[in-house]
């Protein structure tokens, strides 16, 4: 019969604390991501720093529902460097712990940029009004290698705003990411954010990248807009456009103007 999952965890946990081999310890690191309880958080938060085990020891600390874990990570923060900082940066984001915006911001200062940009994406996914605001803080001074992983950051903010109905923040976000001039693909995003979130008063950067076809990238957008948003005001836009814009174009338009 199968071990009870404390009779399990038990187990694992006195592997990890072994001289057991790190494939062994790897797996019961792997192991403890399904069973694992508050009890196993410091066996594991003690691998953080291995350079063979460390992976391992978040995969199971990500799945752990306790705050334990999360403090564990959050502790990690000031005594870890380079990839095995970065990895639990990478951990911290993937829980949104929003607890750990004040490291992470320091984090985002690391002359490594491995961890200034794990920091970045980490602040993102927490998105919460203090992770926006030290994103958008950040962005007109970061390194120019570092300022499109904060505008993408920022973008992701962005989208947690639209997603709780709060367009009006996400529209200034969206600005903000547009004024920073990064580069293409980050201002096509940004369009994208700025226009949903805008809707009515959003249409005519819709309209202006149905007009630029030469423009793959902006009239890509616009086509894939009018999928997102569609209603009666983007359908007499869609129409007016039809009647002004050339063949090759009418080709592609036709197609979105039956979704509607």
């Given at each position: 019969?199968?071990?009870?999952?404390?009779?399990?965890?038990?187990?694992l946990i006195a592997v990890l604390q072994s001289d057991a081999p790190p494939e062994r310890k790897a797996l019961a690191c792997k192991r403890l991501a399904v069973v694992g309880t508050k009890d196993a958080v410091p066996?594991?938060?003690?691998?953080?720093?291995d350079e063979t085990l460390a992976c391992y020891a978040r995969y199971g600390l990500e799945t752990i529902a306790d705050p334990a874990a999360d403090d564990a990570l959050r502790e990690a923060l000031s005594r870890l460097?380079?990839?095995?900082?970065?990895?639990?940066?990478?951990?911290?984001?993937?829980?949104?712990?929003?607890?750990?915006?004040?490291?992470?911001?320091?984090?985002?200062?690391?002359?490594?940029?491995?961890?200034?940009?794990?920091?970045?994406?980490?602040?993102?996914?927490?998105?919460?009004?203090?992770?926006?605001?030290?994103?958008?803080?950040?962005?007109?001074?970061?390194?120019?290698?570092?300022?499109?992983?904060?505008?993408?950051?920022?973008?992701?903010?962005?989208?947690?705003?639209?997603?709780?109905?709060?367009?009006?923040?996400?529209?200034?976000?969206?600005?903000?990411?547009?004024?920073?001039?990064?580069?293409?693909?980050?201002?096509?995003?940004?369009?994208?954010?700025?226009?949903?979130?805008?809707?009515?008063?959003?249409?005519?950067?819709?309209?202006?990248?149905?007009?630029?076809?030469?423009?793959?990238?902006?009239?890509?957008?616009?086509?894939?807009?009018?999928?997102?948003?569609?209603?009666?005001?983007?359908?007499?836009?869609?129409?007016?456009?039809?009647?002004?814009?050339?063949?090759?174009?009418?080709?592609?338009?036709?197609?979105?103007?039956?979704?509607?």
């Amino acid at each position: 019969p199968a071990a009870a999952p404390s009779d399990q965890q038990r187990s694992l946990i006195a592997v990890l604390q072994s001289d057991a081999p790190p494939e062994r310890k790897a797996l019961a690191c792997k192991r403890l991501a399904v069973v694992g309880t508050k009890d196993a958080v410091p066996a594991l938060a003690a691998l953080l720093a291995d350079e063979t085990l460390a992976c391992y020891a978040r995969y199971g600390l990500e799945t752990i529902a306790d705050p334990a874990a999360d403090d564990a990570l959050r502790e990690a923060l000031s005594r870890l460097q380079g990839a095995r900082l970065a990895g639990v940066i990478n951990s911290i984001g993937v829980r949104r712990d929003a607890k750990a915006v004040d490291g992470l911001v320091k984090a985002l200062g690391d002359k490594d940029a491995d961890v200034a940009s794990a920091a970045a994406i980490a602040l993102g996914h927490i998105a919460n009004p203090a992770a926006a605001e030290s994103l958008l803080k950040a962005l007109p001074t970061a390194p120019a290698a570092l300022r499109p992983v904060v505008a993408e950051a920022c973008l992701m903010c962005a989208e947690q705003r639209l997603r709780e109905g709060k367009r009006d923040e996400a529209a200034a976000i969206a600005e903000a990411v547009l004024k920073a001039n990064v580069s293409k693909q980050v201002d096509v995003a940004a369009i994208r954010v700025s226009v949903l979130a805008r809707q009515l008063a959003g249409l005519p950067q819709l309209v202006e990248g149905l007009r630029t076809p030469q423009d793959k990238a902006r009239f890509g957008l616009a086509l894939r807009l009018i999928r997102e948003m569609p209603g009666p005001e983007l359908t007499q836009v869609l129409i007016a456009e039809l009647q002004k814009a050339p063949p090759e174009v009418q080709t592609l338009l036709i197609p979105a103007a039956f979704i509607l």
